[in-house]
């Protein structure tokens, strides 16, 4: 099992802050790694996928990068909206595995 | 609208039975794989099983293996999933998830969840 370790496990920045959040694999997963973003009561919303790649609708502030084992998701300027709980989730292997999470709270 | 809507969830006791529904609407459902992903109360994010775009192939956590059964009818633009043996470990949020080649098969859309509380 491909086992994501995300860090910190709480960010505390202000409104236009830059985020950055860090997602390590156990082993490599290429490039097939996603970002998701959940708020308190929502489903979770895919944000990145195959590592650097922003979904329909994302706005360009969100940006992903990384290969192998070592990925990182930048929220350049962070808004009012951002702030919530991210997930990396990989799908190279079998089973497919997320990351515990990286809380970004208002500080 | 692109939308799945969870169903089924319940309080079960231990031991017992449940099956989970998600009804697909606004999106070509023959051309997405579903999954389903949990998350216990306070907890992070847990995938539980897939179901490829055909059923042909499916895929289970081991804390499902063996207990959970995923599978979908393409004519009714629904997954399903057949959960056995319950345990207190299971209460969580289920949700349903699919993806496409066009999003290289990560969770694009997600439902609203069902909340399957297991409890005597």
């Known amino acids: 099992e491909t086992v994501l370790t995300q860090s910190p496990a709480t960010l505390s920045l202000s409104p236009g802050a830059r985020a950055t959040l860090s997602c390590r694999a156990s082993q490599s997963v290429s490039t097939y790694l996603a970002w998701y973003q959940q708020k308190p009561g929502q489903a979770p919303r895919l944000l990145i996928y195959?590592?650097?790649n922003r979904a329909t609708g994302i706005p360009a502030r969100f940006s992903g990068s990384g290969s192998g084992t070592d990925f990182t998701l930048t929220i350049s300027s962070l808004e009012p909206e951002d702030f919530a709980v991210y997930y990396c989730q990989q799908r190279s292997n079998w089973p497919r595995t997320f990351g515990q999470g990286t809380k970004v709270e208002i500080k | 609208e692109v939308q799945l809507l969870d169903s089924g969830g319940d309080l079960v006791q231990p031991g017992g039975s449940l099956r989970l529904s998600c009804a697909a609407s606004g999106f070509t459902f023959t051309g997405f794989a579903l999954s389903w992903v949990r998350q216990a109360p306070g907890k992070g994010l847990e995938w539980v099983s897939s179901?490829?775009?055909?059923?042909?192939?499916?895929y289970y956590a081991d804390s499902a293996k063996g207990r959970f059964t995923i599978s979908r009818d393409n004519s009714k633009n629904t997954v399903y999933m057949q959960m056995n043996n319950l345990g207190a470990e299971d209460t969580a949020i289920y949700y349903c998830a699919a993806g496409s080649a066009s999003t290289s098969y990560a969770f694009n859309i997600w439902g609203q969840g069902a909340t399957v509380t297991v409890s005597s």
């Open positions: 179901i490829s775009v055909s059923g042909g192939s499916t």
């Open positions: 195959d590592a650097s």
